[in-house]
């Protein structure tokens, strides 16, 4: 299976995040967040439930508005949210991402196809018949050619995540953002997910994920970021982070993740 990319690495910077700033109400979620991402390069936010993971996706994908920072992404597109910026600057933005969310997201009375050519045809103008063939082959390269017209809930929590992988990919998108895609399966559907992921991974696919894998992570990241309090506790290469972590905060997540029985 040949998960085609679109965009495959050449060691340019593809998004620079400097000084995100959100809050809802009194709580600050996010506390001047820095990262920078290459292209073909896999980034793994991991982090205490709460920590702003989820918020810094949806910040970079538009779907939240921060208070101050500034986006940077190739091709010319800035985007300074303390500013104010234009709707149609988010939208630039948003273009160049795709996500793939934590609940699948899929529209109910729609089916497996036209869920996905849904962006495609009436966000980027694809021709409908273009659309549906290129959908096509993605289901058939992730197995699920046979679920073409069915409904999502006919669908098993495993195979409705790759419907929701496949969909981010029918927009040929610069960054993949996965929000702990696999938190919502049962245990024994968890592998086929990760499977695909991972082949996007060896494919070349710039990935920023948020996950609780954490042998995934380990297996498939350049750099791994570990949140708490709205802040980039720790940071450097997988190696480094799961088994010489310098933070004593980043010890004791690592400590109760992978020792969850031991006591404290």
């Given at each position: 299976?040949?998960?085609?990319?679109?965009?495959?690495?050449?060691?340019?910077?593809?998004?620079?995040?400097?000084?995100?700033?959100?809050?809802?109400?009194?709580?600050?979620?996010?506390?001047?967040?820095?990262?920078?991402?290459?292209?073909?390069?896999?980034?793994?936010?991991?982090?205490?439930?709460?920590?702003?993971?989820?918020?810094?996706?949806?910040?970079?994908?538009?779907?939240?508005?921060?208070?101050?920072?500034?986006?940077?992404?190739?091709?010319?597109?800035?985007?300074?949210?303390?500013?104010?910026?234009?709707?149609?600057?988010?939208?630039?933005?948003?273009?160049?991402?795709?996500?793939?969310?934590?609940?699948?997201?899929?529209?109910?009375?729609?089916?497996?196809?036209?869920?996905?050519?849904e962006g495609p045809t009436q966000v980027q103008g694809v021709k409908k018949a273009q659309a549906i063939a290129?959908?096509?082959?993605?289901?058939?390269?992730?197995?699920?050619?046979?679920?073409?017209?069915?409904?999502p809930f006919q669908l098993s929590g495993g195979q409705a995540q790759r419907v929701g992988i496949v969909r981010a990919l029918a927009l040929k998108p610069d960054l993949l953002l996965f929000d702990e895609p696999t938190s919502a399966l049962d245990p024994e559907l968890v592998g086929d997910v990760l499977a695909v992921m991972k082949e996007l991974a060896d494919e070349g696919w710039t990935m920023l994920v948020v996950t609780h894998e954490l042998a995934f992570a380990r297996q498939v990241a350049d750099e791994v970021l570990f949140m708490d309090g709205g802040v980039i506790v720790e940071r450097g290469a997988p190696r480094d982070i799961f088994t010489a972590p310098r933070e004593e905060r980043t010890q004791q997540f690592l400590h109760r993740i992978l020792h969850p029985l031991d006591d404290d």
């Open positions: 299976m040949s998960l085609t990319n679109p965009t495959p690495g050449s060691g340019e910077k593809l998004l620079d995040v400097s000084g995100l700033r959100k809050a809802f109400g009194s709580h600050e979620v996010l506390r001047g967040i820095d990262l920078s991402i290459e292209r073909g390069r896999v980034l793994v936010l991991i982090g205490p439930s709460g920590s702003g993971k989820t918020t810094v996706l949806r910040s970079i994908n538009g779907l939240e508005i921060p208070e101050a920072g500034v986006v940077t992404a190739a091709g010319g597109i800035r985007v300074d949210y303390a500013a104010k910026p234009a709707k149609k600057d988010i939208l630039a933005l948003r273009d160049r991402t795709a996500m793939v969310f934590q609940h699948y997201n899929l529209f109910p009375h729609m089916t497996v196809i036209e869920n996905i050519i290129e959908a096509e082959a993605l289901l058939e390269r992730v197995g699920l050619a046979e679920k073409r017209d069915v409904y």
